[in-house]
């Protein structure tokens, strides 16, 4: 009798023994997602997510676990010392290792601000700045001198285009100029455009 009561003492010791470590198992990998989320500030949405994979996963780890500590059996207990065994890690060695966490990631960050902002940023505004100097002002200024020739050339289209109006001193009769009229503005509109090619070129 009294060697039976040993055995089943014993076994009720390492089966608490048991349900604790599971708890502590289960802290830490809640404490995995939480670091997560110290690393890199995950929005509402992705919070949302992670609790309900850790749950899902969580909740089929404690169920094979209790069924396999216990050869098939489910017992109450079991998930009580669970949940007490979470409890204990949490309060003690989570918090200092998610103490630690963040301490290690605003080091990290501040390293990686420092680097960036007196390394990294420099050499970048300046290729930046020089890109928009050089090749972005001159592409706008090639842009600007062949819309200006193009503009140009539309209105020297629409001057040979224009008709004459007929006058009414002439009883309706269209009115034409005489030819030095219009060798003199052929020779404006020419030099005008000569000098918009020349404008161009520059």
């Given at each position: 009798?009294?060697?039976?009561?040993?055995?089943?003492?014993?076994?009720?010791?390492?089966?608490?023994?048991?349900?604790?470590?599971?708890?502590?198992?289960?802290?830490?990998?809640?404490?995995?997602?939480?670091?997560?989320?110290?690393?890199?500030?995950?929005?509402?949405?992705?919070?949302?997510?992670?609790?309900?994979?850790?749950?899902?996963?969580?909740?089929?780890?404690?169920?094979?676990?209790?069924?396999?500590?216990?050869?098939?059996?489910?017992?109450?207990?079991?998930?009580?010392?669970?949940?007490?065994?979470?409890?204990?890690?949490?309060?003690?060695?989570?918090?200092?290792?998610?103490?630690i966490t963040d301490f290690?990631?605003?080091?990290?960050?501040?390293?990686?601000?420092?680097?960036?902002?007196?390394?990294?940023?420099?050499?970048?505004?300046?290729?930046?700045?020089?890109?928009?100097?050089?090749?972005?002002?001159?592409?706008?200024?090639?842009?600007?001198?062949?819309?200006?020739?193009?503009?140009?050339?539309?209105?020297?289209?629409?001057?040979?285009?224009?008709?004459?109006?007929?006058?009414?001193?002439?009883?309706?009769?269209?009115?034409?100029?005489?030819?030095?009229?219009?060798r003199s503005r052929l020779?404006?509109?020419?030099?005008?455009?000569?000098?918009?090619?020349?404008?161009?070129?520059?």
């Amino acid at each position: 009798m009294n060697i039976d009561l040993l055995i089943t003492n014993g076994e009720q010791a390492f089966s608490f023994v048991e349900a604790l470590t599971v708890g502590v198992f289960v802290g830490i990998y809640y404490d995995i997602f939480r670091i997560l989320r110290k690393i890199f500030d995950c929005k509402y949405v992705s919070v949302v997510i992670q609790d309900l994979f850790f749950w899902l996963t969580a909740s089929v780890g404690i169920f094979f676990s209790v069924v396999w500590f216990n050869q098939g059996t489910f017992r109450l207990y079991f998930l009580v010392l669970i949940f007490v065994g979470w409890l204990i890690y949490y309060f003690t060695l989570g918090f200092v290792l998610l103490f630690i966490t963040d301490f290690a990631v605003k080091r990290i960050r501040k390293i990686c601000r420092f680097i960036l902002e007196k390394f990294l940023l420099p050499p970048y505004r300046k290729i930046s700045r020089w890109i928009s100097e050089k090749i972005v002002s001159k592409a706008k200024s090639k842009v600007k001198s062949r819309l200006q020739i193009w503009l140009n050339a539309e209105k020297i289209k629409a001057i040979f285009r224009r008709k004459p109006k007929p006058s009414p001193a002439l009883g309706g009769e269209i009115r034409r100029k005489p030819q030095g009229g219009v060798r003199s503005r052929l020779f404006f509109i020419k030099k005008k455009f000569k000098k918009v090619l020349k404008s161009a070129e520059k």
